[in-house]
């Protein structure tokens, strides 16, 4: 049966019940060169906010979101929901409530030191890309586990699980040659409203996805080098 068919439920309180797993073994020389690869391939990913019209495949946001959730997650909670937003007068209301935000934020409600460490990105209050990215994923992320007659449960490491998945998201969008955009407008809670989303869900980060315009241009930033992410002991 397909990913796309199978329905999860959770298995709380189950008892273990292993499988063997045995994938083949990468050969080094193959491991090496597919890092390597790697490694530049996601060097060359850019946040975008500029955005070309041209279509995308819809296919291809369907895998990138299948793979954002084959994410691992505290107790196996899987606590993320990704909204695809088609309908253009949702986008405009996301847009005209997304921008009122920052509208109060990059007047001072950030404070001098936020809005300095956001000088070097060239950001201001306009959002031109929620309405007119090709395509706008809104993540959520579920605070607890939320069943059909109401009981609740906790959901474990919800953050942290969320933010793996949408960074494996994002991978998945560059490798398959589309450009994205975390967009955290604060606060989000008008997300919650817009798309009407149940109690346990919360507005995680905005994500339109495209190809980058023609005349896009990009920050220019440096990454820190491995040396300065990196040490050993
Ligand atoms: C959690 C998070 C929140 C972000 N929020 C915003 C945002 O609200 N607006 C924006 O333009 N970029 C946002 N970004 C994008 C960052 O500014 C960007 O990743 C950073 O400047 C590095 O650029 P790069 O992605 O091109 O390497 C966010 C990124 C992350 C990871």
Redesign the pocket.
Known sequence: MSSETRQWTPAHGAPYRPVAYRPARMPSAQSLARAAELRTRMDE???V?HFSPDPVPEQVIRDAIACAATAPSGAHQQPWTFVRVKDPAVREQIRAAAEQEEQLSYDGRLGDEWLAALRP?G?DAVKIHLTDAPALLVVFQQRYWLGPDGTKRKHYYVDESVGIAVGMLLTALHLSGLAA?????SPMRFLSHVLRRPENEKAF?VVPIGYPAEDCE??D?LRKSLDQVMTEV
């Open positions: 990913r850019r946040t906010r990105l950001t955009l975390i967009h955290t407008p980060a990009v920050p930033l």
